[in-house]
């Protein structure tokens, strides 16, 4: 069963970038579509970015479009999240996960083998 691992998070100001990665254990990554999701205290967990098996298909949450790249390196067994542009409104704890359904599913309930996440915090 795969299991992640996301790292590169940390304290920017407002317009900085950052790039988070997510790297996988357990298992070939190449086999799984993966998301990065985020939870900011009081909200709900949503998913912002969303990339295919292969790299062809992303999905990006209308409030990171433009601003965020979803990548992966299958060879590498991790997926990055390119961040530029950010805003406090980006402040959360981003986590990433895997699944093998079918369909561009951004359900968090359909991923699995959550890690730990990280923590991005941006300041005005």
Known sequence: QVQLAESGGGVVQAGDSLRLSCAASGAYLGNYHVGWFRQAPGKERECVARISRSGVAQYYADAVKGRF??????TKNTVYLQMNSLGPEDTAVY???ATTMVGASTDPTTFYGWGQGTQVTVSA
């Open 69 to 74: 790249t979803i990548s992966r390196h299958n």
């Open 95 to 97: 986590s990433c996960a």
